[in-house]
């Protein structure tokens, strides 16, 4: 039987397992070096970080194996499913889908005003340790959202930025869990960021429920990651096969 291989996939899928395989590494050595020193509230911090962490590279390692698999030709016969098909039908955007990635630009601009806001002018949401790391990661998703939305907005295809949506997933999944570990809210107040009048519906929210939001946050952004690769994949191989530039 012959065998042949993609490179387009295989070499993707091998940097990814590399990546996965020397993340793991690195996570490791962070985490039995803050162990020894988890009695000092720093490294105990970074320990519980790179613990949440973990879990991510793993996923990666996963990804690299399924996407390397795929390149080989008697296997990946699903590349070309219907899924993949519908997909790559639908890889141009319409005037009306870009003008909704221009209004979701807007949207996250009134976000980012609200909440900005309110923390300038004190807010008791954010506490005092919504420093400037936590601000980071707080806002940066909102931001490269907007840059993801724009891509698509002018440059009309979807795959071609599915790569960016994928690295964004994982930039998601990594500020929800530092600012789990982190958590610089008190959600006991989230009513705060509300005129008065309205303020006392959000009784019902406390930080148990902030840390499940972020949690769930995190998990979502993972799945989604995972999703996306894959999804990149199987379009671009059947924009390839159709001869139409992704």
């Known amino acids: 039987m012959t065998v042949r291989v993609d490179f387009g996939r295989v070499v993707p899928g091998i940097v990814l397992i590399v990546g996965a395989l020397v993340s793991i590494a690195i996570l490791g050595v962070v985490a039995t070096v803050s162990y020894l020193f988890s009695f000092i509230s720093f490294w105990n911090g970074v320990l519980q970080v790179s613990l949440m962490l973990m879990p991510i590279p793993a996923l990666i390692l996963a990804l690299g194996v399924v996407v390397t698999v795929t390149g080989v030709s008697w ?29 979701g630009v807007g ?14 002018r004190g807010a008791a949401f954010f506490t005092s340790q919504f420093g400037f790391e936590a601000q980071f990661l707080f806002y940066a998703p909102l931001f490269t959202g907007i840059v993801l939305s724009l ?3 002018f440059y009309g295809r979807k795959n071609a930025v599915r790569p960016l949506d994928s690295v964004n997933a994982l930039f998601l999944a ?32 406390n930080n148990d429920i902030g840390r499940a939001l972020f949690l769930i946050a995190g998990v979502c952004s993972v799945i989604n990651f995972l999703y996306t690769a894959v999804l990149y994949v199987a379009v671009r191989s059947e924009l390839i096969a159709a001869k139409r530039p992704d």
């Open 107 to 120: 949207v996250t601009l009134i976000v980012f005003s609200f909440l900005y806001g309110n923390q300038l």
């Open 151 to 153: 891509g698509r907005a």
């Open 75 to 103: 296997w990946g016969g699903w590349w070309g499913s219907s899924w993949a098909s519908v997909r790559a039908a639908q890889d141009r955007l319409r005037i009306s889908q870009r003008v909704g990635e221009l209004i």
């Open 174 to 205: 990594f500020a929800a869990f530092w600012l789990l570990s982190l958590f610089p809210f008190d959600f006991t107040q989230f009513g705060s960021l509300f005129p008065a009048g309205v303020q006392g519906a959000f009784f019902w929210l």
